[in-house]
């Protein structure tokens, strides 16, 4: 699978909108993006997942750069519950699970 | 639904001890995982499964064993425990392959040994 690129960390304040970035600049045509969250203590939780046009769910939205070079996950109003490490994966739809990185820690500022 | 569910949520072993973890899920998914989560790393894979009665190696094998003789269950086995194996094992299921499917993880197993 192909290598993503995440801040370490970034800070918001809550009830504000909060873009987190992601490279994956040697993507492949058959990439999904893939974002999961950790909240602190608990198993992994997705979030959403896209190929190549921008997704909306209840939870989040999705931006795919049109040369799928990057994304960015959209949450629209933070809250205190959306600290968490998110991870960015992309995964060529095998059956050999996701390869998850480090992610990037996100701090929510009340 | 309970979604997926680890049992024990802590375990303490000495070392060369043996144990199994047990994964269970109750959304009749065939493809089912096992994670270990190291601190402050993300997740790597050990075993999964396409179906009843299969299992394939992942990227850190070495020292572990699967079986899933049941389809909504998925055993992780540790022979000879060994401190390098303490971390925080996670499950997860789908219902179809992870790259383009939701995976649902379990809360975890918090592993020690000494």
């Known amino acids: 699978d192909a290598k993503t690129t995440q801040p370490n960390s970034m800070e918001s304040n809550e009830e504000e909108p909060v873009h987190l970035p992601c490279n994956h600049s040697?993507?492949?045509?058959?990439?999904?993006i893939h974002w999961y969250r950790q909240l602190p203590s608990q198993g992994p939780e997705y979030v959403i997942h896209?190929?190549?046009s921008n997704v909306n769910n209840r939870m989040a939205s999705l931006a795919i750069a049109e040369d799928r070079k990057s994304s960015t996950l959209i949450l629209h109003r933070a809250t205190l519950r959306d600290a968490a490490v998110y991870y960015c994966?992309?995964?060529?739809?095998?059956?050999?699970?996701?390869?998850f990185g480090k992610g990037t820690h996100l701090i929510i500022q009340p | 639904n309970a979604g997926v569910t680890q049992t024990p949520k802590f375990r303490v072993l000495k070392t060369g001890q043996s144990m199994t973890l047990l994964c269970a899920q109750d959304?009749?998914?065939?493809?089912m995982y096992w994670y270990r989560q190291d601190p402050g790393m993300g997740l790597r894979l050990i075993h999964y499964?396409?179906?009843?009665?299969?299992?394939a190696k992942g990227e850190v094998p070495d020292g572990y064993n699967v079986s899933r003789l049941k389809k909504q269950n998925f055993l992780l086995g540790l022979e000879s425990a060994a401190p390098s194996q303490t971390s925080v094992y996670f499950c997860?299921?789908?219902?179809?392959?992870?790259?383009?499917?939701?995976?649902?993880f379990g809360p975890g197993t918090r592993l020690t040994v000494l």
């Open positions: 997860a299921s789908s219902g179809g392959l992870a790259g383009y499917n939701e995976q649902f």
């Open positions: 994966i992309l995964s060529g739809g095998g059956a050999d699970g996701l390869t």
């Open positions: 499964s396409v179906g009843e009665g299969t299992t």
């Open positions: 959304m009749n998914h065939e493809y």
């Open positions: 040697t993507i492949s045509g058959t990439d999904y």
């Open positions: 896209g190929l190549t």
